[in-house]
């Protein structure tokens, strides 16, 4: 109990080192990502509970298995959710369906962060401009969905996306320009 | 949500699963940059041979050839050395993509600097004759020779339409010497009047534009040095 005290005080990255030599230190990280990773399953995908549960678990498996490759030079965040990613997709793949992101935009601050310097209607209010943003999101294409999810409803930096998405920062830019953007044009199509 | 770790420990000692050996990650990793060298250094060997070729190639002989200028540059750009560059380019693309670090570059970039390393090595390969050296050795391979268009056997064997190549076994005087020529049969050339800025001395590899005047006699107008390789010549009679 001790030893796990101590644990609690070390990064991530620390914790990764002390995971090789003992699993109780990889629990740790596990209780550190569960829920996010939890959440980043849901927006990410329309899978059910119990299939989001199984990609989570399947998740830190493979994180535990491939210890070994986390580059100590990006964040650990980072790296987790690329195996997330990773493995959803690749549950999709095994399903033979499309990708399709449930992006959850529940209250006008969130629908804010994805219309920040979108210039929507300004007579639009901020309740309707919610359900406009969210039913915006649905029709985006999956490359945008999950380009928005990870700056806006993860808080992730350009840096961290591009690792985790394995695409070039200025390229990340460029998707979450042009995804804003088409955004743009969804709402104003439905609503205006 | 505390249920999670503890599964995820189950199965891991249940499963007696082990993080993956640390050399396994770098093996994969050095194996990408590796083939991303080769792809490059056979990017390079490959432009220095098309180099070679299309510095080497005639491309004034059409009118002897009963070619138009656009037909004869379509049937001797060396196509192999084309698709080897191209397909060696990509490789070395894909490669360096799989690499750790590879994703941060935008591939434009990764494209520009691949084709720049494979210009810049190429070059310096042809001037060293490497290039020559690899273009003579692939035309002379069975299955890849007759692959590569504008083959000088192709090209320059061809008497009764003014073009004629070999070496000089024999200069007789100033007006006259002989030649063996690419399927080592000889022929007395006459070449007074002939334009012409090197030695003409026996041993030496020679390509002439003129005209068939009888049997295994030629009139040159032009006679050019053969530069590099590329002149296979069967043994004929020694004088």
């Known amino acids: 109990m001790a030893k796990f005290n101590t644990y609690q005080q070390k990064t991530d990255e620390e914790l990764v080192s002390l995971s090789l030599k003992n699993k109780d230190a990889f629990a740790l990280l596990v209780n550190r990502y569960q829920a996010k990773l939890a959440r980043y399953i849901r927006h990410l995908s329309n899978f059910d509970e119990e299939e989001a549960a199984d990609i989570l678990q399947e998740v830190f498996i493979k994180a535990y298995l491939n210890l070994n490759d986390f580059d100590k030079r990006l964040k650990f965040s980072a790296w987790i959710y690329r195996i997330t990613h990773n493995q959803v997709i690749s549950q999709y793949r095994r399903l033979k369906v499309r990708p399709q992101a449930v992006v959850a935009v529940d209250d006008e601050s969130i629908a804010n962060k994805f219309t920040d310097g979108v210039d929507l209607a300004r007579d639009l209010d901020l309740k309707y401009s919610t359900a406009a943003v969210r039913a915006g999101l649905q029709k985006l294409p999956y490359k945008y969905q999950e380009v928005l999810v990870l700056r806006y409803l993860e808080e992730k930096s350009y840096e961290e996306i591009s690792a985790i998405l394995r695409k070039p920062v200025a390229t990340v830019g460029t998707l979450i320009s042009r995804a804003k953007k088409e955004l743009q044009q969804l709402i104003n199509k439905d609503h205006i | ?239």
């Open chain 2, 1 to 239: 949500m505390q249920d999670l770790s503890n599964k995820v420990l189950e199965e891991i000692k249940n499963k007696h699963i082990t993080p993956k050996p640390r050399w396994q990650f770098v093996g994969r990793d050095l194996l990408f940059w590796g083939a991303f060298a080769v792809s490059v250094g056979i990017g390079a060997v490959a432009f220095s041979a098309m180099l070679d070729r299309i510095t080497s190639t005639d491309w004034d002989i059409y009118p002897q050839l009963g070619r138009n200028p656009v037909n004869h540059v379509f049937l001797s750009v060396p196509y192999l050395w084309v698709v080897v560059v191209v397909l060696f380019s990509l490789l070395a693309i894909y490669n360096f993509r799989h690499t750790k670090e590879g994703y941060r570059y935008r591939p434009v970039i990764v494209v520009t600097t691949s084709i720049v390393i494979s210009i810049v090595g190429g070059t310096a390969l042809f001037l060293t004759g490497f290039g020559g050296q690899i273009d003579e050795r692939v035309a002379q391979r069975p299955p890849l020779g007759p692959m590569m268009p504008g083959h000088p056997a192709d090209v320059w064997q061809h008497p009764e339409q003014g073009l004629l190549a070999g070496e000089i076994i024999l200069v007789e005087n100033d007006e006259v010497l002989n030649l063996r020529d690419l399927i080592g049969e000889t022929w007395r050339v006459a070449y007074a009047g002939a334009r012409f800025h090197i030695p003409l001395l026996p041993g030496g590899r020679i390509k002439i534009i003129g005209e068939m005047t009888g049997d295994r006699l030629f009139q040159a107008q032009q006679i050019r040095y053969w530069r590099g390789g590329r002149l296979e010549i069967p043994a004929g009679p020694s004088y």
